[in-house]
């Protein structure tokens, strides 16, 4: 299952943006699908992560309260919605699909998306 990314922009601080993930070429049925974000100064970060099944969210406590994780099922779409974003926002953010735990790390992921750009300005 590939999934692609959809959705960065540039936007000033206090802002909102929100990505979209699809999955190519079969559903999400069965996996988990999770954001992750990456800076050319910081490893790969965690940002969020949703269970297709029963749509359990999770997140790391920088993003609670301003991200949210949800699902279109019919579209089979996973969607993160990103609320008063800062410039420590700003990176290129992946989609990813796996099956391991826990979904905050990134060796449990199988499937990657290119990635989708995110600036945010102050």
């Known amino acids: 299952v590939q999934p692609v990314e959809s959705g960065g922009g540039l936007v000033r601080a206090g802002g909102s943006l929100t990505l979209s993930c699809v999955a190519s070429?079969?559903?999400?049925?069965?996996?988990?699908v999770g954001w992750f974000r990456q800076t050319p100064v910081k490893e790969r970060e965690f940002v969020s992560a949703i269970t297709w099944n029963g749509g359990s969210e999770t997140y790391p406590e920088a993003a609670q309260g301003r991200f949210t994780i949800f699902r279109d099922i019919a579209k089979n779409t996973v969607l993160l919605q990103m609320d008063n974003l800062k410039p420590d926002d700003t990176g290129v953010y992946f989609c990813?699909?796996?099956?391991?735990?826990?979904?905050?790390?990134?060796?449990?992921?199988?499937?990657w998306g290119q990635g989708t750009q995110v600036t945010v300005s102050s």
């Open positions: 990813a699909v796996g099956v391991g735990r826990p979904l905050s790390e990134s060796q449990n992921y199988n499937w």
């Open positions: 070429g079969r559903t999400f049925d069965g996996y988990y």
